[in-house]
T-cell receptor, first 115, second 113 residues
Framework: SAVISQKPSRDICQRGTSLTIQCQVD?????MFWYRQQPGQSLTLIAT?????????ESGFVIDKFPISRPNLTFSTLTVSNMSPEDSSIYLC????????????FGEGSRLTVL | AQTVTQSQPEMSVQEAETVTLSCTYD???????LFWYKQPPSRQMILVIR??????QNATENRFSVNFQKAAKSFSLKISDSQLGDTAMYFC??????????FGDGTTLTVKP
């Protein structure tokens, strides 16, 4: 299993600003994933954060809007840039269980509200 | 691309009763994994049960079991002896490649005393 801590847990932001979300894992993991959960909706994968290389973004998500860092095997950040009200969501950090089960472990999420 | 459909946005069940949540998916893959995740009101998502597509036997975890129909691309979750702590949003998920899971829209389950 993996214990994942995210900061901030919630924030209220002004339109046009940027916010960086931190994700810390209690063990070394190869891949970390960032998901977005819009209000009342499902989870959508934003990108895979790879240590030592650039993140891999899913269709509809771009690096300029969601830059990701992965400086080591236990930490990653996601920045939401130039925010608009449409970016109001819960952003979830996730890691693979590492046991070839495919299970994902999730942080508690960061709830962002953009005014 | 894979899609996952949960046709029941909301469900309710009396405590100690049994409830079944539906999930269908669409894929051209033959090997994959299916999951049910639970997201309680506190928000942290946890795994309930998983199924490998190559296994014909339905997975079971205590009070939770699945009915996996590969040909029909159906993957329902049965919760027996429902408890108040089962109140949560339940997501069905499909995974072919590590970490890249596709989630359904979720079913909000309320267990009533």
């Amino acid at each position: 299993s993996a214990v994942i801590s995210q900061k901030p847990s919630r924030d209220i932001c002004q339109r046009g600003t940027s916010l960086t979300i931190q994700c810390q894992v209690d063990s070394q993991v190869t891949m970390m994933f960032w998901y977005r959960q819009q209000p009342g909706q499902s989870l959508t994968l934003i990108a895979t954060a790879n240590q030592g290389s650039e993140a891999t973004y899913e269709s509809g998500f771009v690096i300029d809007k969601f830059p990701i860092s992965r400086p080591n095997l236990t930490f990653s950040t996601l920045t939401v840039s130039n925010m608009s009200p449409e970016d109001s969501s819960i952003y979830l950090c996730s890691v693979d269980g590492g046991t070839n089960t495919g299970e994902l472990f999730f942080g508690e999420g960061s709830r962002l509200t953009v005014l | 691309a894979q899609t996952v459909t949960q046709s029941q946005p909301e469900m309710s069940v009396q405590e100690a009763e049994t409830v079944t949540l539906s999930c269908t998916y669409d894929t051209s893959e033959s090997n994959y994994y299916l999951f049910w995740y639970k997201q309680p009101p506190s928000r942290q998502m946890i795994l309930v049960i998983r199924q490998e597509a190559y296994k014909q036997q339905n997975a079971t975890e205590n009070r939770f079991s699945v009915n996996f129909q590969k040909a029909a691309k159906s993957f329902s979750l049965k919760i027996s002896d429902s408890q108040l702590g089962d109140t949560a949003m339940y997501f069905c998920a499909f995974m072919k490649h590590a970490g890249k899971s596709t989630f359904g829209d979720g079913t909000t389950l309320t267990v009533k005393p």
